[in-house]
């Protein structure tokens, strides 16, 4: 999150997701917490690829 770009956050959360056969029992984090210096950018991408 902290240090890839908004298209790498997006791509990893899209194949995590096509990854997965039973997505409602799963809940997406950033494992533990928010890194520092995470930009808003980077944050948005991770949500809007969560949808």
Known sequence: M????PADVTKAVKDLLDSITDKPKVLLSCGGGMPPNVSTENIRAFIEATK
């Open 2 to 5: 902290a240090v890839g770009s």
